[in-house]
């Protein structure tokens, strides 16, 4: 943890809300907001959206007024290879079989870290992929297609 | 007595075949990733959440639960032999546990950990279902009114006793109400912030957002330390303690139940604040307080002791109010809600046989975990000899398949990658994502209880402070935001939390 001029850890929340508030606000533009008594669809987004967008401005100001935490430098590698991981599941998961998606997804994961040895990592998916297929398509009847169809 | 027909029909639950099997699925899972660091309860629970929709509610909730209780087991466990926390419940254990272990007396710290559980658990049983009864009559008198006031006070109380700034964890609160309004607004049926997306308009299922925000958060930060782990082969000789050992630790345990069984019914406490507070009462209360840190048997015994009864006495609130007082209980009130069973006050006089059957399991669960946990020790060791470089491939892919089972929906499966990049940036920026869940889980009860009060009371908002019911909850939802603002109790606090 590094120390800087400004919080950064709060100047991040802080931008994040508001960005949310923001988006919120825009995207329940023309809903009707009602009266207390009477509420309408978009009375409650707003409502929340405001006080987000409340504590966004006081993160983002106590952020920059005061001296604090830096964040610890973003390491893009474990990041990147469980997203691709979640990812490429997604995309394979109905097209192509569980038992294909589950092999490219815990192969793509294993990237994350540096000491995984080939060999290993592709014995140890195709292990975890028929185990996955034994244990959640045949035991729980997971409606999920095995192979490509 | 109502009391004991009540502990008789639960018994007669419980120990139905089928629950007894689930309960012993349930704990034994719950050993398994309490023995293995790097995976908590909640990413658990969300990942069985999707395979409990065939069970019958209390087959679900049993083992459910079991898999919370048995955590707290197998987390000591690892702390004992290895010195690195299975949970984080067991952070203290770790203190003299591992001591006790260096000294070669690896086999009494395990012994007592387990036997000071079993007490606990044993105790806190019944103090569940002793207050069960007066919480459930007090709670028939509940309207929309005092059920917003109580909603309110269970997330903010939450807020307040958790770990974490508490201008942030309430900023949390309201992200997660905010994601809660997603999809169609039941009263005028028209779509809110579903952005044209179908699947979003039965609303954001939170499996998808727990096992991000939790389960692949935590994974991706842990891959950025480097891995440090020593597995201590530890030969354990002798797992019976001495005479001497139990009188020592016996008032250790009973001391460690109490102060559990009072923190974990609180909103926020759960498993993480009792050992804590009973390690420090036990250093303080010690004739010879440099002990401690040294394998002292009463370091292990009383936070063993409470973290198991604040374990299972937080499911008071769940049960009897239908307010969850963590992130795994707001877990609980969606698998509920997923059974179709609607949370709340009226939940004990609804679904009589499902709460006193979960109550009394709670008790079976943990006669099976004594069982598991001491003569199966060795096995649970060995697990801790699968490398992380394993492990995590396969948290992952049995989170996607879990997340897409929930609804057989891809776009679950996206939506938990979109989760795991924030819960990353959350732990990355240092926030606790914890309210966020309470919030999710929250927000349309606590929508749809404001909604029917203001229609009752025609839009005026002073209802919420003529009914005394709602007064006084209210009130002391002031006097915890209040006592946040006066700077001795927030210094207290950072010092209890900091312990």
């Not at chain 1, 964040?71 to 569980?98: D, K």
Request: proline share 6%; with cysteine; net charge neutral.
């Amino acid at each position: 943890m590094t120390r800087s001029r400004i919080d950064l850890q709060d100047l991040l929340f802080g931008l994040f809300l508001v960005a949310v508030a923001t988006g919120t606000l825009v995207a329940t533009r023309n809903l009707v907001i009602g009266h207390a008594a009477d509420m309408g669809p978009g009375y409650m987004p707003r409502v929340v959206a405001l006080a987000l967008m409340a504590f966004g401005l006081f993160f983002s100001g106590r952020g920059l007024w005061r001296a604090g935490r830096g964040i610890a430098p973003v390491q893009l590698r474990p990041l990147l290879a469980i997203l691709a991981s979640v990812g490429v599941f997604a995309l394979t998961a109905e097209r192509l079989g569980l038992a294909i998606a589950s092999v490219a997804a815990v192969i793509l994961a294993s990237f994350a870290t540096r000491e995984g040895r080939l060999v290993e990592t592709v014995a140890f998916a195709v292990v975890l992929s028929g185990a996955a297929v034994l244990l959640f398509v045949k035991l729980l009847g997971l409606p999920i297609p095995i192979w490509p169809r | 007595m109502e009391l004991f027909d009540n502990l008789l029909m639960g018994l007669s639950t419980a120990l139905q075949l089928n629950n007894l099997l689930f309960c012993l699925i349930g704990v034994v899972i719950g050993t398994a990733i309490g023995v293995l660091p790097g995976i908590g309860p909640i990413p658990t629970v969300a990942l069985l959440l999707p395979f409990t929709f065939g069970l019958s509610p209390d087959s679900a909730m049993i083992m459910l639960a079991g898999i919370f209780y048995g955590a707290q087991y197998g987390g000591s466990t690892t702390a004992i032999l290895v010195n690195v926390p299975g949970e984080t419940s067991s952070v203290v254990t770790c203190i003299d546990g591992h001591e006790m272990a260096k000294q070669g007396r690896a086999g009494t710290a395990l012994a007592i950990a387990a036997i000071a559980s079993f007490f606990a658990g044993t105790m806190a049983t019944i103090v569940i279902a002793v207050l069960s009864v007066p919480l459930s009559v007090l709670a028939l008198k509940f309207t929309a009114v005092e059920y917003f006031s109580l909603l309110v006070l269970g997330l903010i109380a939450a807020v307040v006793l958790a770990h974490g700034s508490v201008a942030k964890s309430l900023a949390m609160v309201l992200l997660g109400l905010l994601l809660g309004l997603v999809g169609i607004d039941v009263s005028s049926g028209v779509a809110r912030m579903t952005f044209g997306i179908a699947a979003l308009s039965d609303g954001l299922d939170f499996v998808p957002i727990a096992m991000g925000l939790f389960g692949l958060g935590e994974i991706i930060a842990n891959l950025e330390r480097p891995a440090e782990r020593r597995v201590v082969s530890q030969s354990i000789r002798s797992l019976i303690p001495s005479r001497e050992d139990l009188r020592a630790a016996f008032p250790a345990m009973v001391r460690g139940t109490a102060l559990g069984s009072v923190l974990g019914v609180l909103p926020g406490g759960g498993a993480a604040l009792p050992p804590f507070s009973s390690y420090a009462l036990e250093k303080k209360l010690a004739r010879d307080p440099s002990r401690f840190g040294k394998g002292a048997i009463e370091g292990v015994a009383g936070p063993e002791a409470a973290n198991n009864a604040g374990a299972q006495t937080s499911f008071i609130p769940l049960l009897t109010l239908g307010i969850p007082a963590n992130a795994l209980m707001a877990l609980m009130i969606g698998a509920l809600m997923m059974q179709g069973i609607q949370p709340g006050p009226q939940i004990m006089t609804e679904q009589p046989k499902l709460v006193w059957g979960v109550i009394a399991s709670m008790w079976v669960g943990n006669l099976m975990l004594l069982v598991i946990n001491l003569p199966l020790v060795g096995l649970w060791v060995s697990m801790l000899k699968i490398p992380y470089r394993l492990l995590f491939p396969a948290i992952v892919l049995f989170c996607c398949i879990g997340t897409y089972g929930i609804a057989n929906s891809l776009f679950n499966v996206w939506l938990m990658m979109g989760c795991a990049m924030i819960g990353y940036f959350f732990i990355e920026i240092g926030v606790e994502p914890a309210p966020l869940l309470l919030g999710l889980v929250l927000g349309p009860q606590l929508e749809e209880n404001f909604r029917r009060t203001m229609l009752i009371a025609d839009g005026d908002f002073t209802v919420f402070l003529s009914r005394p019911i709602s007064a006084v909850i209210l009130g002391i939802v002031a006097i915890l935001l209040l006592a946040m603002l006066s700077p001795e109790i927030l210094k207290t606090r950072k010092e209890a939390l900091a312990e």
